[in-house]
């Protein structure tokens, strides 16, 4: 040929494990030729210049398509190849059997083993021969094949199974009597009948293989996780009776057959389910129950346990309490719970009773459970010990009782943090005095409280002990709120009252209060303590894991201060959180604040009252028009010599003076100057005829000339009488003369004064002449040893007027005021 490299042999058929030589021929002389078995190079003998050989050992099956093997030259893109065939090894045919159900057919089956089908070869075929008959068959199924039994009467067999492909045969003998290789049907028809609650009767069907044969039939059955087997002989029909059954319980029965004769096999399961009858209740409820006292009176909360599958014998449908009263044994009271509940609560008439329940179904009632509530609550103070709990749950042990009981209790809440606690109880007989009580429902961090009560003879329940623990502990997850208090320049207090013991994660032994300062110096009770930041603090420690409170002294005024309090356990410390922090005040402080606080709330008092009664104070001490009439002070200066000059009445006025004074000129000073604060005043002038002798007078600050009179300042003074009769007073003469007389005595005045020089003084007069000739009124009366003054439309008593400087004036009067008009 033309092609310059040949392989051999081609798509050759070889066995699995076989050795196989491969060969390749080249035209030419060539030394780098290399040969391929599924990519990886094969090592060859080469035994001339054009001919290599490979010796293959042992291959084995890769697929069924086949091996690939190829060479390629060196140089150039030429690849040569071929496919080497390796099929399974064809193996003998294994539990080769054979049995017949009716005596009509035989069905023998094998287990072929492995399939030698390849691509280029087809997979191995079956034959049955029959040496008795000399029937042959081609069993075209790889693992089974059917035989038709001769009419004849043919017990003997001998069967030659025969496997084959293309490379080898296989071959496998069985030689059987057919009466021994009877495999029976399953049965059918399954019923059962007379069903009661402790018995059932089944009956069922098999398929006949001969009038002169009799089956084998075995009976199972399945119920409350146990089985029974029963054998029964049957030849057509079977029968069997079930007893000691539980009320109210499914089953589960089966059956399945053989023959009796010569046995072969078993037939296939036949089942069917079936349930009993109701029953009354076997066992009386599991009860216990919680007593308190609400508003005086008994309120009992009674739980019990739902009765179990085997105890119910049924459906249970209510509950029946019964309550009666040990103090009135003919009074009782019945109630009735519907199911499914679990418990109740009875407010009672009065403590001592005792109540029965029992559980009810379709059928009938349940044995009672008895309890008896006594007025005594037993020693409720049991001291309460600590329990350690383990992987199997809570250790729990007691002294035993001197006196009789009929059992122990053990009671504790399976979930104490949630307000329905899940409460659960334990019973126990007279003579144990330790258990150990577990529950999946355990939680670690979780602190469960364990009582344990004795049960008396007349079934009175009294509390024996007391246990708390965790079934493991953890670490605290927080801290305490903690609330400061009477804060002081040199200590405060910390206080954490509504931090809850019994919640933690685990036993609280005490608290660490820590406190970080920029002094950093720790006092006596305190220790210095470096945190995980590296910061160091002083640490105080409180033992007593009751204790909430806790004073820091020995504090700066004016310093800065972080405190946090944790509490600690046997398996470590609270968290530590963000420090509070705190600012001691200023030693002073506290006594500044006492001593300002009250004063500023005086004062604010005294300013909100002053403006409130702002206007009742200024018509009573200051009215807007200067009127004697209503000013309510000079209603309390009262004269007991004369009334009339308390308050001032116009008919009691005589006209007034004025008077005209010359002085020399000298220095006017300003009204800011002290020395001329002092006022002028008008005088009274009285207008006495006669009189000997000095008398009280009374003067009028004057506002409108406020000019010194004199450097004396003195108030121009005119005699009064003493004791002048209001009837005596009167007017001296009209309106119309006195204005013309002012007028003209005040021009001649001004004409011959020199400006600067005229001071003018208001002289009222009070008093009325002793006769009406008003000619004989004296231009230059005496001064009067006393005289009153009149300042702000205030009367003030004669006696306590200064005396007026003395000094010779020229006084000229004149009538100023009518009977109508006042100033």
């Not at 092609?3 to 798509?11: A, E, G, T, V």
């Not at 069985?174 to 069903?195: D, E, G, Q, Y």
């Not at 009439?629 to 004025?658: A, F, Q």
């Amino acid at each position: 040929g033309q092609d310059p490299l040949f392989i051999f042999p081609k798509d050759k058929l070889v066995e699995e494990g076989s050795n196989v030589t491969i060969c390749y021929v080249s035209k030419s002389h060539q030394n780098n030729i290399s040969c391929y078995l599924e990519g990886v190079r094969m090592q060859g003998e080469q035994l001339d210049p054009n001919v290599s050989v490979f010796n293959l050992n042992h291959v084995a099956f890769i697929r069924e398509t086949g091996t690939n093997i190829y060479c390629k030259p060196g140089q150039g893109d030429g690849i040569k190849g071929t496919v080497l065939f390796v099929s399974k090894v064809l193996q003998e045919p294994k539990d080769f059997s054979c049995e017949t159900q009716d005596f009509m057919t035989l069905n023998c089956t094998w287990d072929p083993g492995s399939d030698t089908g390849l691509l280029k070869q087809l997979s191995q075929s079956y034959t049955l021969f029959e040496s008795f008959s000399g029937k042959k068959t081609l069993c075209k199924p790889k693992s089974w094949c059917l035989w038709q039994v001769a009419p004849e009467s043919q017990d003997m067999y001998n069967f030659t199974l025969t496997a084959e492909n293309y490379l080898r045969k296989r071959s496998v003998h069985l030689l059987f009597n057919l009466t021994h290789r009877v495999h029976p049907m399953a049965p059918f028809n399954i019923l059962f009948k007379n069903v009661s609650a402790t018995s059932a009767t089944m009956t069922w069907k098999v398929h006949s293989i001969g009038k002169y044969y009799t089956l084998l039939c075995q009976v199972e059955l399945y119920g409350e996780g146990k089985v029974t087997q029963h054998n029964v002989s049957v030849k057509v029909d079977g029968a069997h009776l079930f007893s000691g059954l539980e009320p109210d319980t499914e089953y589960l029965a089966q059956v399945r057959c053989a023959n009796g004769d010569y046995f072969w096999k078993w037939s296939e399961w036949t089942h069917q389910n079936f349930t009993t009858a109701e029953a009354a209740p076997s066992e009386a409820p599991d009860v216990w129950r919680n007593v308190k006292t609400v508003q005086g009176r008994c309120v009992v909360t009674l739980f019990w346990k739902p009765l179990s599958k085997p105890q119910a014998h049924g459906k249970i449908l209510f509950y029946n309490i019964v309550i009666e009263y040990l103090d009135r044994t003919s009074v009782s009271e019945v109630l009735s719970i519907p199911a499914p509940a679990s418990g109740t609560e009875l407010p009672l008439n009065q403590c001592s009773s005792q109540i029965r329940i029992t559980a009810s179904n379709s059928v009938g009632t349940s044995p009672a459970s008895v309890l008896v509530v006594s007025r005594e609550p037993g020693n409720e103070e049991v001291e309460e010990e600590r329990v350690k709990g383990t992987e199997d749950g809570f250790p729990l042990s007691w002294n035993p009782q001197p006196r009789h009981v009929t059992g122990y209790l053990v009671e504790w809440c399976e979930q104490p943090r949630d307000p329905p606690c899940d409460l659960q109880w334990k019973n126990l007989g007279p003579n144990v005095t330790s258990t150990v009580v577990s529950s999946d429902a355990f939680r670690p961090g979780v602190r469960y409280n364990f009582r344990i009560y004795g049960i008396s003879t007349e079934r009175v329940p009294y509390l024996l002990a007391r246990k708390t623990g965790y079934s493991q502990e953890l670490a605290p997850s927080d801290n305490p709120q903690v609330v400061m208090t009477n804060l002081t320049s040199h200590s405060f207090t910390l206080s954490w009252k509504n931090y809850s013991t019994e919640s933690q994660t685990s036993f609280i032994q005490g608290y660490h209060v820590y406190l970080k300062s920029k002094a950093g110096r720790c006092h006596s009770g305190s220790e210095k303590a470096v945190l995980s930041d590296d910061v160091v603090c002083c640490k105080y420690k409180i033992d007593n894991p009751e204790q909430k409170t806790f004073v820091v002294e020995n504090l700066q005024p004016e310093s800065f201060y972080e405190f946090l309090v944790t509490p600690y356990t046997s398996v470590g410390e609270g968290p530590h959180d963000a420090f509070a922090k705190v600012t001691t005040p200023d030693e002073y402080s506290p006594t500044l604040i006492r001593i300002l606080l009250p004063t500023v709330f005086c004062i604010l008092l005294i300013m909100i009252t002053c403006y409130l009664k702002s206007q009742w104070m200024k018509e009573k001490c200051y009215p807007d028009i200067p009127d004697p009439y209503k000013s309510s002070v000079l209603s309390l200066i009262k004269s007991k010599e004369n009334p009339h000059l308390t308050i001032m009445n116009i008919k009691d006025c005589v006209p007034d003076s004025i008077e005209v004074l010359n002085k020399q000129e000298g220095t006017r000073k300003s009204l800011t100057e002290t020395e001329s604060t002092k006022p002028t005043y008008l005088y009274l002038l009285p207008t006495e005829k006669r009189y000997s002798s000095p008398g009280p007078c009374i003067c009028f600050e004057n506002f409108t000339y406020n000019q010194a009179a004199s450097d004396s300042a003195s108030c121009g003074h005119v005699p009064v009488p003493p004791k002048a009769p209001p009837s005596q007073l009167g007017l001296l003469t009209s309106p119309e003369n006195l204005l013309k007389a002012l007028e003209k005595n005040y021009m001649n005045s001004l004409g011959e004064i020199p400006a600067g020089e005229t001071s003018l003084n208001y002289v009222s007069q009070l008093a009325s002449p002793m006769s009406g000739d008003m000619s004989n009124l004296p231009t230059n009366p005496p001064e009067p040893a006393l005289c009153s003054e009149y300042k702000m439309q205030m009367a003030i008593p004669l006696g306590l007027a200064s005396p007026p400087s003395s000094g010779s004036s020229s006084l000229s009067s004149i009538t100023l005021l009518d009977e109508g008009e006042h100033y």
